[in-house]
């Protein structure tokens, strides 16, 4: 089992890039609490709104707007187990998720390959998936593997079990991958179990964590919403990682992004832990600044890793753990 490194701990010093004041943090969470007080988020999935209903939010059936009293949030974000297992296929991969602790994966999810025989730039196939994740199987300083292409030469329908299928087998390391919707999650559960030994192994050592994206500003449409729940009932860890992009689907400030960014994460939180009260969750985070002449995200920019930064500070203010994206 590796716990890795601290980083920023008072006592031992380490790299830490503070961006707001604990003040400052307070100031974005009563303005997230206001948000979703007030405004609230759209909520796709029916179920799950009646999930939110049953638990003490106040849902307006015609606009699929949830508003979220503040005790809810607050009791969701205690609920929280703030020390998460991540399990690998070889329990010498076991990954520890505590405190400031920092570990690595790998980027997800390329848009094309470059064939690495051919020189070629081309669509991905279900073997890239497969090489992907024996890549990372043998890279010490890769944590845990992130899906990081998906199959493009299988039934569209199908394809995250397709991808499942192809990286499972391929990494004896924890993986994250986006499961699709409810349905899918479910199955994929199911061959992560066969693995196993059964859903009882894989509630007690999950080889494997779903993501899910919140669409910017303030909604969770069905398919997250079920793989929140899915997750959830399974015991299995979902990060809810928003892609707000500051100055295009959510406000050009930093402290105004990270309040829209914060209000989606947290209102899955809400509807994770009044489906499973206790189950694992991450604050995840791919938010960035948009490109104001371009109209395009910016990945890699100085405003990604400012605000990612912020977000980890924010998930530690919460005791959770964290998953954000590199400047």
């Known amino acids: 089992m590796l716990r890795n490194l601290f980083a920023g701990k008072l006592q031992s010093g380490g790299l830490s890039v503070n961006i707001f004041t604990d003040d400052e943090l307070e100031q974005i969470h009563f303005a997230t609490i206001e948000v979703l007080k007030k405004t609230g988020l759209f909520i796709g999935s029916k179920e799950a709104r009646e999930v939110l209903d049953g ?20 009791d969701a974000i205690r609920s929280a187990p703030s020390k998460v297992l991540l399990a690998g296929r070889d329990p010498k991969h076991d990954i520890v998720l505590e405190s400031n602790r920092v570990g690595f994966t790998n980027f997800g999810e390329g848009v094309f390959v470059i064939d690495p025989y051919t020189g070629e730039r081309r669509e991905k ?17 890769i944590d845990v593997y992130e899906r990081a292409v998906g199959a493009s030469d299988v039934p ?20 994250f ?25 894989l509630r007690e050592r999950p080889i494997l964590s779903t993501i899910t994206c919140p669409i910017s500003p303030l909604q969770l449409v069905d398919e997250s919403c079920e793989i929140i729940m899915e997750s ?13 992009m500051a100055g295009g689907s959510s406000p050009v400030t930093l ?31 791919s938010t960035t600044a948009m490109d104001l002449r371009f ?33």
């Not at 939180?269 to 206790?278: E, P």
């Open 156 to 175: 569209e329908q199908t394809m995250q079990l397709h991808n499942a299928e192809a990286w499972l087998p391929n990494t004896t390391k924890h993986g």
């Open 255 to 285: 402290a105004g992004t990270l309040v829209d960014h914060n209000a989606e994460v947290l209102g899955g939180l809400v509807l994770n832990q009044l489906t499973a009260k206790g189950a694992p969750f991450m604050y995840g985070s």
């Open 55 to 74: 638990g003490g939010a106040i849902v307006d059936e015609k606009t699929k707007t949830v508003k979220f009293p503040p005790y809810l949030v607050e």
């Open 232 to 244: 959830a009932k399974a015991g299995i860890m979902v990060n809810v990682l928003s892609m707000a």
């Open 295 to 327: 109209a395009a995200a910016t990945v890699g920019c100085p405003e990604c890793a400012m605000i990612n930064a912020a977000v980890a500070q924010m998930a530690r203010y919460y005791l959770l753990p964290s998953w954000v994206a590199g400047g």
């Open 125 to 141: 196939t279900k073997q890239d998936v497969a090489d992907s994740a024996r890549i990372v199987d043998y890279l010490d300083q």
């Open 177 to 201: 991958m986006g499961t699709g919707n409810g349905y899918l999650t479910r199955k994929i559960f199911d061959m992560a179990a066969a693995i196993v030994g059964g859903k009882d192994a």
